[in-house]
């Protein structure tokens, strides 16, 4: 008896070779198919196409110093943002600059001191503007706002039909807001032309305070 007729030659050894053959064909596609959507369903695959739920944690920091001006008195201040500062996928947001000063040593409106501050960013990634702004000395007398990710709110949302990869492009920083942060500031003290001996004013105490708001993205796939 030839192999032919061994492998082929009774209805059940054609059943075998044909169930086999079943096996060998379906088993690797099912394989393929449910590797696939474990990728999905697990959010492991930043190239798939599929349904999300986009959420933000959100961390605001503060950063303050402060020093003591006379009249005419110019003062700057530096913040270093660094990269190693900020968590593992932690993007940059916003970064606020506030000046504030407090005259309430002298009575009377036409008596208050006023501050003229100007940002310096040429040390920050991301090619920001230098701004000025000049207010009086009754708690925050100027800020200036930096917008580092652009439609960034911190609202939570849904997006279909879209890659992780697409969704983590969307909110990276691109390394933008990092570097230093400058502010100076100069007093203007302006006294009440008659304060009397114990009403004499001449420096106000000035405060620079940076407020620098990040995130991290966290992305769940959608059955």
Request: glycine share 10%.
């Amino acid at each position: 008896m030839d192999l032919m007729q061994k492998l082929f030659g009774t209805q059940r050894a054609i059943t075998m070779v044909v169930v086999s053959l079943m096996f060998a064909i379906a088993f690797p596609a099912y394989f393929s198919v449910m590797g696939g959507m474990v990728e999905v369903m697990d959010g492991g695959s930043s190239g798939a196409a599929g349904n999300w739920q986009v959420n933000f944690t959100t961390t605001v920091s503060e950063i303050s110093d402060s020093a003591m001006l006379s009249d005419g008195e110019t003062n700057e201040w530096t913040y270093e943002l660094d990269r190693t500062n900020l968590g593992d996928d932690e993007m940059i947001a916003f970064v606020n600059i506030t000046v504030s000063c407090d005259d309430n040593d002298e009575p009377g409106p036409t008596s208050r001191d006023s501050v003229d501050a100007e940002t310096d960013v040429s040390g920050v990634e991301g090619g920001f503007e230098d701004y000025t702004g000049s207010g009086n000395c009754n708690g925050d007398a100027v800020s200036f706002s930096y917008i580092v990710t652009p439609e960034w709110s911190g609202t939570p949302y849904v997006v279909e039909d879209v890659s992780k990869g697409d969704i983590l492009a969307k909110w990276d920083d691109g390394g933008n807001g990092t570097g230093e942060w400058l502010c100076s500031v100069t007093l203007e003290v302006n006294s009440n032309p008659f304060p009397g001996p114990l009403l004499a004013d001449n420096d106000e105490e000035v405060t620079v305070t940076w407020t620098v708001t990040t995130y991290t993205v966290e992305i769940t796939a959608l059955e």
